[in-house]
Antibody, heavy 120, light 106 residues
Framework: EVQLVESGGGLVKPGGSLRLSCVAS????????MHWVRQAPGKGLEWVSS????????DYADSVQGRFTISRDNAKNSLFLQMNSLRAEDTAVYYC?????????????WGQGTLVTVSS | DIQMTQSPSSLSASVGDRVTITCQAS??????LSWYQQKPGKAPNLLIY???NLETGVPSRFSGSGSGTDFTFTISSLQPEDIGTYYC????????FGQGTKLEIK
């Protein structure tokens, strides 16, 4: 059974940093692209960042470019999102999601999400 | 950036009704489109990928069609468990979601 479990969310002050983790199981992690998607309270889904299976290709939404860094450790079946210079508008539930073996693919499995709250 | 325009933003229908949601892309995305269902407090769940392919385990009352810029998602006979918010997503050039359609039972 495919499982994605996020952790690392919490309350942080504006300008602060947080590192999210997502541990995967039930599939060969190194074969799949992985993604972060967020959802602000009461709002829709917003794609945040993506990383290819071997970390060769990385993309970011304009809203987080230069502040967030996505990475993965295939040996540990783990995906990460380092978030710096956090703003109030970064407050959201952050989901990790599995893509496909190729870049152009749907997100077929999602974690339960971890809440990030940016507030003074 | 590719913008996805989804309509309607909310919808109320009766059990057994045929329900249709549309999604329009700001440029040609071929068939690189998926549909998700999200229930309150839960993660999104993939229903349709590549515009018209039903994800394994998803009931056949759900279907999708379209290509290029115009896409349609249909529930052939609405069931009580179908309430939630539905999103389209393009994956032709990076990724972007429609704003969502909140579906309620009348």
């Amino acid at each position: 059974e495919v499982q994605l479990v996020e952790s690392g969310g919490g309350l942080v002050k504006p300008g602060g940093s947080l590192r999210l983790s997502c541990v995967a199981s039930g599939f060969t992690f190194s074969d799949y692209s992985m993604h972060w998607v967020r959802q602000a309270p009461g709002k829709g889904l917003e794609w945040v960042s993506s990383i290819s299976s071997n970390s060769e290709y990385i993309d970011y939404a304009d809203s987080v470019q230069g502040r967030f860094t996505i990475s993965r450790d295939n040996a540990k079946n783990s995906l990460f999102l380092q978030m710096n210079s956090l703003r109030a508008e970064d407050t959201a539930v952050y989901y990790c999601a599995r893509g496909g073996p190729v870049t152009q693919s749907q997100f077929d499995y999602w974690g339960q999400g971890t809440l990030v709250t940016v507030s003074s | 950036d590719i913008q996805m325009t989804q309509s309607p933003s909310s919808l109320s229908a009766s059990v057994g009704d045929r329900v249709t949601i549309t999604c329009q892309a700001s440029q040609d995305i071929a068939n690189y489109l998926s549909w998700y269902q999200q229930k309150p407090g839960k993660a999104p769940n993939l229903l349709i990928y590549d515009a018209s392919n039903l994800e394994t385990g998803v009931p056949s009352r759900f279907s999708g069609s379209g290509s290029g810029t115009d896409f349609t998602f249909t529930i052939s006979s609405l069931q009580p468990e179908d309430i939630g918010t539905y999103y389209c997503q393009q994956y032709d050039n990076l990724y972007s979601f429609g704003q969502g359609t909140k579906l309620e039972i009348k």
